[in-house]
Structures are given as structure tokens and as C-alpha cells.
């Protein structure tokens, strides 16, 4: 993949920025602008996103944490553990447990849920996207956080990552 000049990365940032916030109906998503320098990630946030797209593919399985079969919790447990980060099993659990973030970086965790309880979790990939295990019958894939579905659920963001 080609790395962004620092322009087009800025312009891309801002192009998100203001795609979630004009879509946006409760708690906010917001990135963080970076400059090139700050852009790199640390290992085990590169280690968290690789091992979610390698996750890409594999099947729904409710309560699921292996590669035959994962559910959202499961797939963010999963690809934390590969970066060497113990984190709790459930969505919730997580969403309760993992310090809470204001801005949103890669790798981080997006919850979503009704009042103070998460129900689904997914992994931020960048560029308004994320990698998630969808439900039954589905497999893992990535999403747009741009979508009212998400924008109406979305409690917060959160990650123990570097």
C-alpha cells in the first residue's frame, strides 16, 4: 500500500472528520489529525490490524474465538492477544474494562450499544472504516462508521494500545 503524502493524509483526515461529524446523532467520533511524524503506529497496533484483516472471511460462530469461527468479541480478544494485549471476553466486558479514548486512532476498539451497555464491538481501521464480525450467517468483514446504523449506536471508543 503507498504511504499518503502528508497532504493527501490531511485531506483525507479532514474528509472524515466532517463525514462523521455531519452524520453524527449522539456521542461523537472524532480523529485525530496527524502529521507525518505522527502518523506511524506502534508495533501492536500494526499487529492488531494485521491480524484483524487476516480475520476478513471467517464465519459468525456465536461465542466463537479461533479462526474457525468468531463472534465480535471474540475477533477483537483474538487480534489483541496477538499483539501480546490481554483483554476481557465480552463486548461489554470490554467496553466497561478498557480505558475509553476521545479521539480514534487504528487499532482502537469502537463500541456500540444502547444506553451504558456495548453489544457489539469492531476494530478501527482508518479511513472511517472498521473490521467487525457482523452476526449469524455473516462473516467478518470491514464497515463504514458512516452509516446511521452505527452513528445511532455508537457509545464510545477505547483501547489499551500503545
Same mark, same amino acid.
Given at each position: 500500500?503507498?504511504?499518503?503524502? $502528508?497532504?493527501?493524509? *490531511? ?15 449522539? #456521542?461523537?467520533? #472524532?480523529?485525530?489529525? /496527524? ?26 460462530? /456465536?461465542?466463537g474465538t479461533t479462526r474457525s469461527g468468531l463472534d465480535c468479541s ?12 490481554d483483554i476481557p471476553r465480552t463486548a461489554n466486558q470490554q467496553f ?20 451504558? $451497555? ?5 476494530? /478501527? ?12 450467517? *455473516? ?9 446511521? /446504523? ?13
Amino acid at each position: 500500500m503507498p504511504l499518503l503524502t $502528508k497532504s493527501r493524509y *490531511r485531506l483525507w483526515g479532514a474528509l472524515l472528520m466532517f463525514t462523521l461529524l455531519a452524520g453524527c446523532a449522539g #456521542r461523537e467520533m #472524532r480523529m485525530q489529525d /496527524y502529521d507525518q511524524d505522527q502518523a506511524a503506529l506502534s508495533i501492536e497496533r500494526a499487529m492488531i490490524l494485521a491480524s484483524a484483516r487476516q480475520a476478513l472471511g471467517i464465519p459468525y460462530r /456465536y461465542g466463537g474465538t479461533t479462526r474457525s469461527g468468531l463472534d465480535c468479541s471474540g475477533l477483537v480478544q483474538m487480534a489483541y492477544a496477538n499483539a501480546g494485549i490481554d483483554i476481557p471476553r465480552t463486548a461489554n466486558q470490554q467496553f466497561s474494562r478498557i480505558p475509553q479514548r476521545d479521539t480514534i486512532r487504528p487499532g482502537d476498539l469502537v463500541f456500540f450499544g444502547s444506553g451504558s $451497555k456495548a453489544t457489539h464491538v469492531g476494530i /478501527y481501521l482508518g479511513d472511517g472504516q472498521m473490521v467487525h464480525a457482523p452476526g449469524r450467517g *455473516r462473516h467478518v468483514t470491514t464497515t463504514s462508521l458512516d452509516l446511521d /446504523y452505527w452513528q445511532n449506536r455508537y457509545l464510545g471508543t477505547g483501547g489499551p494500545a500503545p
